[in-house]
């Protein structure tokens, strides 16, 4: 929606004068406000100076509701394999067509991020390991937002469980970011845990968890707050900066960071 943080990473990577720095003390009263802001003066030097950030092609893809009208996945379709395959292919279309728009060179690999939010996440998480697999591109990074998981035969034969997914394209280099709430009710935090503890105990470096605090299933009660956190991840993606280690860090209800202890012995279903 308007308000959500991937479309806000999306307009601001593709258009950096509509930069601003987020506040990080946000009063309640401004926890549904989003706005678009004029560029402070930092923003400005930033966008004038050597660190001015780099432009990026983006494209957001919201699947419901429909051209019709209609909300899609249904609920009844959100775990199919059909919604999935579906999805994987719109994002994988979306950035063939970005590469071929925006590429001089002919099958050049550009770095990539993919942004996927609740069942965005394993549609994106797929469509990073189909990209790495048939087309030879490996995505610079896949940020999970609240993101589910699908598990079961029915995807395993067609190459769409997550795990598997997410296994195949940190072997291959990608930089993986999950973010949950713990007060999560749509999807159980415990997905994401147990992507970071998979990824961790493997020994994969480019790996970082953030756990908030007391928000609801968009996070939209700390998205002042974790915003340049993502912002400056994807554009540590983009520019090839490597990260030393894994890291996981909860962020309280009073806007403080500390470190998180993911748990080691979570295991996913096979329809999370």
Not at 119 to 133: M, N
Not at 155 to 168: H, K
Not at 178 to 196: C, G, M, R
Not at 200 to 226: C, F, M, P, W, Y
Request: with cysteine; glycine share 8%.
């Amino acid at each position: 929606g308007n308000g959500s943080i991937y479309r806000r990473l999306g307009r601001e990577f593709a258009n950096p004068k509509t930069a601003h720095d987020p506040l990080i003390d946000v009063p309640d009263s401004l926890i549904d406000s989003w706005k678009e802001e004029k560029p402070s003066e930092s923003s400005e030097r930033r966008d004038k100076g050597p660190e001015r950030r780099k432009l990026a092609a983006t494209l957001h893809i919201c699947w419901s509701p429909t051209a019709e009208g209609l909300a899609w996945p249904g609920p009844g379709e959100y775990r199919s394999v059909s919604a999935l395959q579906i999805a994987t292919g719109d994002i994988i279309a979306a950035a063939l067509f970005l590469r071929q728009r925006f590429c001089k060179i002919a099958n050049a690999t550009p770095p990539l991020v993919l942004v996927g939010f609740s069942f965005g996440g394993p549609a994106a998480w797929a469509a990073a390991s189909k990209l790495t697999l048939e087309h030879g591109w490996t995505p610079s990074g896949v940020l999970s937002m609240a993101g589910s998981a699908r598990g079961g035969p029915a995807f395993e034969a067609l190459g769409l469980d997550t795990l598997s997914c997410v296994l195949r394209c940190a072997r291959a280099g990608a930089a993986t970011l999950l973010v949950h709430s713990t007060n999560d009710v749509k999807v159980a935090p415990e997905v994401s845990y147990a992507f970071y503890s998979s990824l961790r105990d493997r020994g994969h470096e480019a790996l970082s968890l953030i756990v908030v605090d007391n928000a609801e299933h968009n996070v939209k009660q700390a998205r002042h707050t974790i915003f340049p956190l993502l912002r400056d991840w994807v554009q540590a993606c983009i520019t090839g900066v490597s990260v030393d280690s894994p890291s996981a860090f909860r962020l309280h209800s009073d806007r403080s960071l500390t470190r998180f202890l993911a748990p080691a012995d979570v295991q996913l279903s096979p329809a999370l």
